[in-house]
């Protein structure tokens, strides 16, 4: 007796990945996603930014990600960006960030803390290195209005236009839309904080 065994097989669904827009991504790192909030391997990161030279996935302004269609990531990540702007176009900013994010996503940004460099300021040190970062001593001057030594170099991208507080952060991210907002000092110098777009 012949034995006949029916062997099937199943194509799996390719898994899809959440996507994190990485805005303001400078030149391409993977470290420049915090692996608390974006374990390796497990999202896709789309990087855009208004430089051309560092060859990002899409050029763009953070005041306008046409180029982004609305609800079609997971996460905005943002690291020291929002300083960058006017303090006019931080609401446009943030509504881009809202109007990308699929509802249930959220933003996480940092900047730095201008409550705590004032209290360097007050102290008397402008000048001096409040702490090392990888491309050098920081110090309150650069907090305030630029990385100096990218500025000396023509990088007219890296100048501060405004500050924020952990009061008015959370304010600006509350009126843009977002819920479960949450920020929170660092222990150093900067600012964290994390919204939710409402479902």
Known sequence: MT????????????????RVLHVGCG???PDKLPDSFFPRGAWT???????????????????DMAAVPAGSVD??????????????????????FHRVLRPGGFAL???????????LVAEGNLEGPAYVSALGP????????GFRPAL?????????????TAASLTAHLQRAGFAEVRV??????????SGVKPG
Not at 5 to 17: F, G, K, Q, R
Not at 138 to 145: F, Q, R
Not at 184 to 193: C, E, K, V
Request: glycine share 4%.
């Open 109 to 119: 940004v940092t900047m730095p803390d201008l409550q705590q460099v004032a209290a």
């Open 27 to 29: 030149a391409a790192n």
């Open 138 to 145: 920081i110090a309150a001057l650069d907090m305030l209005y």
């Open 184 to 193: 929170q000092r660092d222990g150093g110098f900067a600012l964290w904080a």
């Open 75 to 96: 996460a905005v990540w943002s690291a020291h960006n929002l300083e960058h702007l006017w303090s006019h176009e931080v609401p446009l900013a943030l509504a881009e």
């Open 45 to 63: 990161e789309v990087r855009l930014d208004i430089d051309p030279d560092v060859a990002p996935d899409i050029i763009a302004s953070i005041t």
């Open 3 to 18: 034995m006949i065994t029916e062997i099937t097989t199943t194509t799996a669904e390719p898994v899809t990945l959440p």
């Open 152 to 164: 000396a170099e023509g990088n007219a991208f890296m100048g501060h236009r405004t500050g924020f």
